[in-house]
Every structure is written in structure tokens, then in C-alpha cells.
Nanobody, 124 residues
Framework: QVQLVESGGGSVQAGGSLRLSCAAS????????MAWFRQAPGKEREFLAA????????YYADSVKGRFTISRDNAKITVYLQMDSLKPEDTAVYYC?????????????????WGQGTQVTVSS
């Protein structure tokens, strides 16, 4: 089965930056669309960014557009989320997700594989 492991979370002050990594396993990774979601306590899991199998197409939620950047390195079987200009409302557990299709989607239910999550805390 595909396994995903997030890392890079932590605590930063508002305006700071973090870079999250999602290390994947599985021989079909290069054909999978990937995405990042986040979930704060008491909130629904929220779509942030998605990327197609090759990295040529990306989608972003309006809330993070211009601040977050998703990328992938298929040779390293890793997906990244660069987060800049962080705000306190970005505080959440961040999850990496994968689906066995080349085309990405913003829908939580479309993703079959999930990492364990990594905490991001942004202080004011």
C-alpha cells in the first residue's frame, strides 16, 4: 500500500514561513495526484493545494493562494508545501494525501491515502 509521512511542522510567528514535506512509498507514486489539506479542532478538513502527477498543474484554495506553493519531486518521491506569510488562522494539523489518478481534485473524499498529519502553529 502507499504510505505517506509528513514532516516539517512546528511553531512560528505570524509572517514566518515553514516548508512541509510528504515522503511517499509505493511504485506508482509518480502516477498519483497529490494534495495538502488541513484541519483545525472542531473544523472540517480543508483543501489547500493539489498537484497532478507530473507537477505541471496545481490548484490552490483562495485562502492560501499567493502564500503557499505545492511542488513535487518524483525522483525523491516527495511532495512539498512551502508556506509563507503565515497567519494565526493557518494553525492546524496539515495532511498529505494521494489518489490513484493523474488528475488532482479539491475533494477530501477523492483521496485514498493519507499521512498521519503534522502540526503547524502560528502565533500572533
Amino acid at each position: 500500500q502507499v504510505q505517506l509521512v509528513e514532516s516539517g511542522g512546528g511553531s512560528v510567528q505570524a509572517g514566518g514561513s515553514l516548508r512541509l514535506s510528504c515522503a511517499a512509498s509505493g511504485r506508482t507514486f509518480s502516477n498519483y495526484a497529490m494534495a495538502w489539506f488541513r484541519q483545525a479542532p472542531g473544523k472540517e478538513r480543508e483543501f489547500l493545494a493539489a498537484i497532478n502527477y507530473s507537477g505541471s498543474i496545481t490548484y490552490y484554495a483562495d485562502s492560501v493562494k499567493g502564500r503557499f506553493t505545492i511542488s513535487r519531486d518524483n525522483a525523491k518521491i516527495t511532495v512539498y508545501l512551502q508556506m509563507d506569510s503565515l497567519k494565526p488562522e493557518d494553525t492546524a494539523v496539515y495532511y498529505c494525501a494521494a489518489r490513484p489518478y493523474t488528475v488532482p481534485t479539491i475533494l477530501v473524499r477523492a483521496y485514498d491515502y493519507w499521512g498521519q498529519g503534522t502540526q503547524v502553529t502560528v502565533s500572533s
